[in-house]
């Protein structure tokens, strides 16, 4: 037996990367918050503000199987459970001080992910002035499907976005309207932290965002990518 480790260190977190057998192991994930003017309205906020983040631990992924339905557990302690719609970018090449001009040669692929939201707990925290990640950081918060390479991606910064419960549109927008593109969200990111290889950026969601209970099934859309299916059980 080894002597290396006190316990089993846990496996690295990896997502399928479309058209290859190789994996990309994810390093963190990064979020952006109210990157679309009609969601930051909804939430109470007027439009364009400087760009800020949160993290959710790499370990809050539910990996997503091209054509697969994943599932996710509904979680403790909320009574509003909330969907996110979001464009992910996948960085391959890590940097600081990366100017959006050069931003692009940064990114590895994209994939559709949800950024799911105990939002009851969130707007608790925000309310007292406290962290955000009892709402966002939790186990299993952060769905995705796979990991598609630039090359074979299309337009995805033009791109429709959209989830579906049970059938019915929730969220149907278009990632033109992000706020920060995606080489903007870059250059205000690694001003702040060194990106690294296997970093995902979820980089926002429209407006539409609202609960799903046990039993929900979602369908995540970015037109060019893979849908990804979950159902809440
Ligand atoms: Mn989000």
Redesign the pocket.
Known sequence: MSSEYVFPPPAVVSIPVAGQKARFPVHRIY???RNYEEHAKEMGFTGREPPFFFMKPADALVVVDDGATGEIGYPSLTKNLHH?I?LVAAIGTGGKGILAADAHKHIFGYAVGL?M?RRDLQNDMKKQGRPWEIGKAYEQSAPIGPIVPVAAAGDVENAEISVQVNGTDRQRSTVAKLIWNIAETIEHLSAAWELQPGDLI?T??PEGVAAVVAGDTLVGEVKGLPVLTVKVV
């Open positions: 979020c952006v918050g996110e979001e950024d939201t979820y926002g969601t």
